[in-house]
């Protein structure tokens, strides 16, 4: 199997993550989710596209599934803990208390009036988790030696060492850089809130 992205979505934290992986096995995707210090410890992994769960190791990924007209390998698991039932969308009842702690915690219920025109108990779990994406994206610390190029491209400008064009190509390298290395999901938060209404 080539590599591909697959998301995985985990109600134990109501994270989101999208890894790189040619796995063919619940065994061989537990070890790439090892890799990337995402845990599964005593989850149950649901796969939203073809509406199966996963239950030893030796359990076969699905491939070649057809969604929305097209035959995708680009898989979502959701992670939960077991015997816990799904009431709506992709997480668990007791993650909506979570997702409005989180958002009181980050002062984000004006931010919510503001992006969604309403109080943030009105927004589905996907808006909620949106906001609060955005805002720990923006709480993370920047890289010191990103910060010390642009540092010190902004002197070389200033010193008329650097020409502006030149400047700015050097910028929008950096600016580029961390999008690059990101993975992206290929399914909209709305789109991965509705592949679990199977589990109602």
Do not use: W
Request: one cysteine or more; glycine letters at 4%.
């Amino acid at each position: 199997m080539e590599a591909r992205n697959i998301t995985i979505v985990s109600t134990k934290n109501q994270n989101k993550y999208v890894i790189n992986s040619a796995a063919t096995t619940l065994a061989e995707l537990k070890r790439d989710l090892t890799a990337n210090n995402i845990d599964y410890e005593d989850m149950t992994f649901y796969e939203g596209l073809s509406h199966t769960e996963l239950l030893t190791d030796e359990a076969i990924l699905p491939h070649d599934v057809p969604y929305k007209g097209v035959i995708t390998n680009e898989l979502v698991f959701m992670l939960t803990t077991p015997n816990k039932k799904i009431k709506s969308g992709s997480y668990l009842p007791e993650t909506r208390q979570a997702l409005y702690d989180t958002i009181a915690e980050l002062n984000l219920q004006d931010t919510c009036r503001q992006t969604y025109g309403k109080n943030f108990t009105q927004c589905k779990n996907s808006e909620l988790m949106s906001l609060i994406e955005d805002a720990q994206a923006a709480l993370v610390e920047k890289d010191p030696v990103e910060e010390a190029l642009r540092v010190l491209i902004d002197i070389l400008e200033e010193d008329e060492v650097l020409y502006k064009e030149d400047a700015d190509k050097v910028r929008s390298i950096l600016d580029n850089d961390g999008s690059q290395k990101e993975n992206k999901s290929p399914y909209s938060e709305e789109e991965l809130d509705g592949m679990f209404n199977f589990l109602n």
